[in-house]
């Protein structure tokens, strides 16, 4: 086992100590595994609350902070955060103006947000979700029924805190979490297997010479196993599956986004080549991020998610923001 | 070969075509591998000019922007760039008050960029160099005589780009960098080899199970070889080997630096026993980063560099930052 870690047990704590110490603007309460923007709740502002498995990171508790994230709450690697969990993340961050849950789709997330928001709603807080289904890969997989939540997860975050963190009502920040959903899908493309720190070994089996394509964040089964392609094969197969599905008018906002083990070298020169591929199926690009920011522990390869973009929607993506894994001025 | 790739003769002109698509404040020569802040030269302030092999992204091309580098030099994977790159660099950002090198202690580019200065020198720009020797694991490597230059890079660019970013004097910026890399001590461990794309194949032998301490950045031998050990037991190791060198009597900036391939969630847990030994040896910290940002492609593993401050390097460190890799406002 090739992992810098104490036992696998304490892995999650570890990490949140580790967070804590780094972060003087967050607040980390290790113990009940709550991370929330120090200055929250915020005056007359929406808060957006996230969470899922560990093993993703950033994804989600490092893009809490202003103009994105008010709270993310990790679960154990690769398993649903507890309802008990939101309801501290959502009451922590509620200023009076209700809480948006964004839920990745997987079955475990899904239900224990559900279970979630009524807690919360019983507390008095008004609770709004959206759900991010963007991978265009498979249908129904180990953890999911429908499609699986991965990049679009940031996009959503995103705009859906610009928007919070210039003052919109829980109304207009959900419908424009919703519209970032559905305009953006995502494909993702292993070269490696993932490795937990419960399990120690791969959690499934990827010769040297083989790649999986259309792959989950989780090491689900994708489309199809091939013998390894070329950095231009792979994002004209990639491209092509998010296009096919998305079919977008608008100029888009591109993720080029690493799995974990995949060098950044590596990453850069796979966008020359996604951006070779937009170039000629006749789509506009507005923005490009390069970088692993929803990864799957230390597997290699990676994934790309389009979102198509408005003016607003445009506006709200390059709106400041400040948090460990994103942040930009204006 | 797990790599996402097209060959390996273009993989350094395919990252930098990736990079110019993704940061239009970049200005990138692909041809020529100069990557150059878009308003340079910027009028009464000092450039720096950094460059080194590929493979160790971020470093240096992603630190090129407002605050940190003027400019970069990549050469190919863990092989110096040529003078040629660092005198068209210097050309480009040169307003007329001189450009400091920051050169990593590494036999090709120290006399790479001696010869790069003396050719600049010629053209008129004044030139002074800086030369980053942090590594305390081993004196004398197959790159290396002397110390090698690994994580205490990114102080000295960091804290010399903020100077010039100021109005130091040439002078002024070339003093700190020294105090900056003086002031710093790194130590690094790989749980597993690096494959280079040229290569292929790992270039060193590091069975699973075992781990080397005090390795370099292109997987140069370290120190010793040993058992698989603990987060916590890597992090004594590692700071003491640090401070043993040091001796620091002032806060130190922390770098707790992934090698590329080791998940960020082992990243902080390991920041974790970094803060923790620290604290038990009494060492205040300033600030902390944690984060993939002097990497040695797909090798897993970590380093930790700490550099003491005074006033003035905290406040230089702490100055607003605008790069691919590292941003800040006030």
Redesign the interface.
């Known amino acids: ?7 696998a047990e ?3 704590a ?6 804590a ?2 972060h003087p603007r967050l607040t980390v309460d290790v113990e009940n595994r709550v991370v929330v923007r120090s200055d929250a709740p915020v005056a007359g502002r929406v808060g957006i609350v996230s969470g899922g498995g ?2 993703h ?2 994804l989600h508790a ?1 893009f809490v902070g202003p103009g994105m994230l008010s709270a993310a709450c990790p679960g154990e ?1 690769f398993t649903s955060p507890v309802p008990d969990q939101m309801v501290r993340a959502a009451a922590a961050v509620d200023s009076g103006q209700g809480v948006l849950f964004v839920v990745k789709n997987y079955t475990g997330d899904v239900l224990n947000f559900d279970m979630a928001a009524e807690l919360a709603e019983d507390e008095g807080i008004q609770v709004a979700k959206v759900l991010v289904d963007d991978d265009v890969a498979v249908t129904d997989s180990s953890f999911t029924a429908g499609r699986r939540g991965t990049g679009a997860t940031l996009f959503v975050e995103k705009i859906a805190g610009a928007a919070a963190e210039e003052g919109a009502p829980l109304e207009r920040v959900e419908a424009l979490a919703r519209q970032v959903n559905a305009s953006s899908r995502s494909f993702g493309v292993a ?2 297997a993932v490795t937990t720190p419960a399990k120690g070994t791969p959690t499934f089996d990827l010769p ?2 083989e790649l999986e394509l259309g792959i989950g964040i989780h090491g689900e089964p994708g489309r199809e196993r091939r013998p ?1 392609m ?3 094969e ?1 994002a004209d197969f990639a491209v092509d599956a998010v296009l096919d599905d998305l079919r977008p008018t608008r100029p888009v906002l591109v993720l ?1 986004n690493g799995m ?14 996604v ?1 070779r591929v937009l170039t000629e199926r006749g789509v506009a ?1 507005a923005r ?3 970088g ?1 920011y929803v ?1 799957s ?2 597997m ?3 994934s790309v998610t389009l979102c198509q973009v408005d003016e607003e929607l445009l506006r709200l993506w390059d709106a400041p923001v ?1 948090t460990p894994a994103l ?3 204006r």
Request: glycine share 14%; proline share 5%.
């Open positions: 086992m090739r992992m810098l870690i104490n036992v304490t892995v999650v570890d990490a949140l100590r580790g967070m110490a780094a560990s093993g990171e950033p490092g690697v070269l490696s040297p010479g390894m070329t950095s231009g792979i080029v974990g083990a995949t060098p950044l070298l590596e990453l850069y020169g796979f966008n020359a080549e951006q690009v490009t991020l390069v692993n990864t522990l230390d290699a390869g990676c400040e942040r930009w001025g």
